[in-house]
């Protein structure tokens, strides 16, 4: 099968978070299966051009039709990690990919919406005809839609169209601009509750409802937060739309990519190890303490690695800095944060702490340094409002670092408790799980986690080894995309 992905991120090049490991990962997998895979990004100023092998000219004049003119944009191409990409880069006075970040500017709609039209104007132009277009996201949730309205009147008529969702909560809240924008026009036709227009809203556009009404299938990155996203608010508002186009819509659960994830290859931390060699996972910890001058200790080192945002439970995060460290371990958390009041407030904690030899806060986004943290940490803490899938628990399994999670989203079907899990048994039981949004349900977790590692070690390292040995790679994953592929070409689902 031939098979394009069409993303705002793919890692290493473009991450701000799981979405580009997906791509990434995902993208792998599949050419491993036999399938051809090609990428389509923008070109940002900020991407990790060094991640990028042989960048060359793949199209150079590429005029993509624009608010009735056109804007002339060259499309590059090269290997990220052996993935071939092509980066879409347009000459026009938006700059729409020049910002300094991924994420975050006003016309944030705009610049996606021209990304989704440039992408389908490149496949076009260029003559390629894949089987699947995979999109994902919001900012790509416009593809669907101009490939049935506009594309698929040009020769394009053969593809199918896949949209996978990995956040509910970013939705694309737009007007009438992007129709004028992106040819698509018709505003009253757009404006109607069975098409784009918001749910809640009647004077927006939803991108994201867009995208679920007019593509083939839509999937969520796991089975449980499709259930929750269809029968909970964790939908966002857009339960409904789920619900009558259910009959297309599923999760599929993400896997993490084994050869970028292991700590038997990874060359970002000092001392490989396996499950055959778990003792050596110390000497990690040694150097993770060395590294952020934390004292050395045989303390246990929880971690926190993420989005320091609303959905990551920030509160419970800052609550179990300072219960770790009540209960003699160190904390080690590295985070970002997009929202001004979320990053000054834990600036204000790492200065705070800046002389406590127990705990290091580093803001910013940094993937070397993860790799190191993830090694050489004992526990990791997930304690997130809501969690699509989750990658961090599985990256910890594969280091050997025991995740305590809230039990919401892909973490149910990943995380499974170590003394009150029922349907799992002892051993594929594999971290502890928490419920409520309060600090004792996290503590009461914590605590059962910090106890183990404490009185009694071998059960923790049997714990470790049981989530190292577990499977998340995106071997099955990638198996279920390749059989809704192959169900799509085949079948007759109607947008
Ligand atoms: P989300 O997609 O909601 O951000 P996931 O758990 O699905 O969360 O994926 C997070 C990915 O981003 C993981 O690979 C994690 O290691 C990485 N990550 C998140 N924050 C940072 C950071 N500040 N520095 C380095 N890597 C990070």
């Known amino acids: 099968m031939y098979i394009v992905q069409i993303a705002s991120e793919c890692a290493p090049v473009i991450k701000a978070g799981g979405l580009g490991d997906v791509v990434y ?33 793949a199209y ?15 499309v590059y191409c090269g290997w990220v990690h052996g993935r071939l990409c092509f980066f879409i880069e347009p000459h026009s006075g ?8 991924y994420y975050g500017a006003q016309d944030d709609n705009m610049r996606f919406a021209f990304f989704s039209k440039a992408a389908l104007e490149f496949l076009l132009r260029s003559n390629k005809r894949p089987d699947i277009i995979h999109c ?31 956040n509910f909560k970013h939705q694309g809240i737009a007007g009438g601009e992007i129709l004028q924008g992106t040819g698509l026009n018709r505003e009253s036709y757009y404006f109607s509750y069975e098409r784009l227009r918001d749910n809640f809203n009647p004077f927006c556009l939803n991108i994201m409802k867009g995208g679920i009404i007019y593509a083939n299938c839509i999937t969520t990155v796991s089975p449980h937060h499709a259930w929750e996203a269809h029968y909970t608010d964790e939908g966002y508002g857009l339960s409904h739309t789920l619900h009558l186009n ?63 945002d609303d959905q990551k439970g920030v509160h419970l995060v800052h609550h179990a800095i300072y219960y770790a460290l009540s209960q003699g371990a160190q904390f080690v958390l590295l985070g970002s944060a997009t929202e001004p009041s979320i990053h000054n407030w834990f ?27 993830y090694a050489g940490s004992d526990l990791i ?70 106890d183990l590692y404490k009185h009694n070690p071998i059960a923790f390292q049997k714990l470790a080894l049981q989530g190292m040995q577990s499977d998340y790679s995106w071997t099955r994953p990638g198996k279920k995309y390749t059989e809704l592929y192959n169900f799509i070409r085949c079948s007759e689902t109607k947008p």
């Not at 938006?94 to 970040?101: E, I, K, P, T, V």
């Not at 669907?144 to 969702?165: A, H, R, W």
């Not at 204000?348 to 993860?370: A, R, Y």
């Not at 599985?394 to 079907?413: E, K, S």
Request: aromatic share 14%; charged share 20%.
């Open 60 to 74: 150079r004049d590429l005029w993509v039709p624009w608010w009735g003119g056109e804007v002339h944009c060259s």
């Open 25 to 57: 990962g995902l993208s792998r997998e599949l050419e491993n299966q036999g399938h051809c895979v090609e990428i389509i990004l923008p070109m940002y100023d900020c991407m990790r051009y060094d991640h990028v092998w042989g960048m060359h000219d």
């Open 246 to 308: 259910q009959y297309k819509f599923s999760g599929i659960l993400n896997g993490i990519d084994y050869n970028v994830w292991n700590p038997l290859t990874d060359t970002y931390i000092p001392t490989s190890y396996s499950s055959e060699t778990f003792n050596d996972k110390v000497l990690n910890k040694k150097a993770l303490q060395e590294r952020l001058w934390l004292e050395s200790s045989p303390k246990p080192i929880v971690c926190y690695i993420g989005r320091l």
């Open 381 to 450: 803490v997930i304690p997130s409002k809501f969690e699509p899938c989750g990658l961090t628990q599985m990256i910890g399994f594969r280091y050997g670092t025991v995740p305590v999670v809230r039990g919401v989203g892909g973490l149910v079907n990943t995380v499974f408790d170590y003394d009150y899990d029922s349907e799992h048994t002892s051993e594929e039981r594999n971290g502890f799980v928490f419920y409520e949004t309060d600090n004792q349900a996290l503590e009461s977790a914590l605590k059962r986690a910090l």
């Open 347 to 373: 600036l204000h904690e790492k200065s705070f702490l800046n002389n406590n030899p127990d705990v290091h806060i580093e803001l910013g986004f940094n993937e070397e340094l993860s790799h190191l943290i």
């Open 94 to 101: 938006d700059n729409f990919f020049q910002r300094g970040c």
């Open 136 to 166: 994902h996201d919001w900012q790509t949730g416009l593809i669907p839609v101009l490939f049935n309205e506009i594309y698929k009147f040009n020769g394009m008529s053969d593809q199918k169209v896949v949209y996978t969702i990995h």
